[in-house]
């Protein structure tokens, strides 16, 4: 089973700066193509809407929950770059605009399945599953680092 990052293969989180003039036709063609399979709703489109107002805000509001303190700086470093700060910003202002398609697929990639299942709402029941075993995946991974560091304090 191929994920939807592999299957769509995302650009690198900082991939190099080229210089217009370096761009080929042909390279940005390939980059539209991957995409050619969404037909007339293609996502890179300017101006294609992937979420409306109540997903944005649930998006914003998912991500103010997980980073209370500097959104924006905390969502770069966990999308490792590939949202940057300055962008996830423009989510949050008054008038904000929302995540793109790309965007999303790098929230959905850092974040996982509670993401997604909190900005869809009503999600099916695959995706409950998924969300409440990533939220049992971390629950463990914190009760073993507080044994740890229970077992190194005693140790003393």
């Known amino acids: 089973l191929v994920s939807l990052a592999e299957e769509i ?7 190099p700066m080229r210089r217009a003039s370096e761009i080929s036709v042909g390279h940005l063609s390939s980059i539209v193509g991957q995409f050619s399979r969404f037909g007339d709703s293609c996502p890179t489109r300017r101006g294609a809407h992937v979420l409306d107002s109540v997903g944005r ?4 509001e998912y ?6 303190q500097k959104t924006a700086e905390a969502i770069e470093a966990r ?3 590939a ?3 300055a962008r996830a910003r423009k989510w949050f202002g008054a008038r904000g605009s929302a995540p793109d398609f790309i965007a999303l697929l790098h929230l959905i990639r850092a974040y996982g399945a509670e993401f997604l299942v909190f900005v869809i709402g009503d999600a099916p029941e695959s995706l409950l599953e998924a969300a409440m ?3 049992r995946a971390r629950i463990l991974e914190q009760r073993r680092a507080l ?3 229970l077992e190194s304090l005693s140790s003393r």
Do not use: I, Y
Not at 9 to 15: A, N
């Open 63 to 68: 991500l103010r929950r997980v980073h209370p």
């Open 9 to 15: 293969r995302l650009p690198s989180p900082k991939p």
């Open 79 to 81: 999308t490792r770059g």
């Open 57 to 60: 805000e649930r998006v914003c």
């Open 83 to 85: 949202v940057t700060a």
């Open 133 to 135: 075993a990533e939220q």
């Open 147 to 149: 044994e740890a560091e």
